[in-house]
């Protein structure tokens, strides 16, 4: 069975910092990754997503994520965090094409200080 | 691309009573659809999903019930609140001409007293 973990429950950077957010993932087959936000009391929203093409992928906002298959993992990166990114981050993989067995992470919070 | 509404948006029940959150689609169809819970500061907990009309699965026993009357439609229903229920309700749907993208609704927050 597949699973998520994401080292770092709260990350805080300074605006205008890197920011970078860890997900490894464990599964015996090439799987869907993806990277969802969440602001407080919303639903969550689709970042971006691996499916088998490039291995770096460019979603919304200004975030991207690399697929590494020798290190499974699949962390995401944004060269310059915005106030705005104050949010919760959640990786997520599934193996399947109709995402009933998808396994979201805990999630990390991420806060920007000014 | 679909939408996924849910109603209500928040709620405050005593221990005891009932609950139905409701849950539509809109531009899709046939789609899976989920129930999720997030209780406070902790990730995502998969309840139920459904992949047609009255099929649904229960991924964690519980004191809560789905159903799926409609094709576009999903309700998670409770005879009677425990204090444990409450969290932040996530409905999902997965549009396949999205590759297995899960889109999800608002949320609906449940606070039992």
């Known amino acids: 069975a597949q699973s998520v973990t994401q080292l770092g429950s709260h990350v805080s950077v300074s605006e205008g910092a890197l920011v970078l957010l860890r997900c490894n993932y464990s599964s015996s087959v090439p799987p869907y990754l993806f990277w969802y936000v969440q602001y407080p009391n919303q639903g969550l929203q689709l970042l971006l997503k691996?499916?088998?093409?490039?291995?770096l992928v460019k979603g919304i906002n200004g975030f991207e994520a690399e697929f590494k298959k020798s290190e499974t993992s699949f962390h995401l990166t944004k060269p310059s965090a915005h106030m705005s990114d104050a949010a919760e981050y959640f990786c997520?993989?599934?193996?399947?094409?109709?995402?009933?067995?998808?396994?979201f992470g805990p999630g990390t919070r991420l806060s920007v200080l000014p | 691309s679909q939408t996924i509404h849910q109603w209500p948006a928040t709620l405050v029940q005593p221990v005891g009573s009932p609950l139905s959150l409701e849950c539509t689609v809109e531009?899709?169809?046939?789609?899976?659809l989920y129930w999720y819970r997030q209780a406070a500061g902790r990730g995502l907990q998969l309840l139920f999903y459904?992949?047609?009309?009255?099929?649904i699965s229960s991924e964690v026993p519980q004191n809560l019930s789905a159903s799926r009357p409609q094709d576009r439609q999903f309700i998670l229903s409770s005879k009677k609140l425990l204090l444990s229920d409450s969290g932040f309700y996530l409905c999902?749907?997965?549009?396949?001409?999205?590759?297995?993208?899960?889109?999800f609704g608002a949320g609906s927050r449940l606070t039992v007293l």
């Open positions: 999902a749907s997965v549009e396949v001409a999205r590759a297995n993208v899960l889109t």
């Open positions: 459904s992949v047609g009309i009255g099929q």
């Open positions: 531009g899709t169809s046939n789609p899976n």
């Open positions: 997520a993989v599934t193996l399947d094409n109709y995402g009933q067995n998808f396994v």
């Open positions: 691996y499916t088998s093409a490039a291995t």
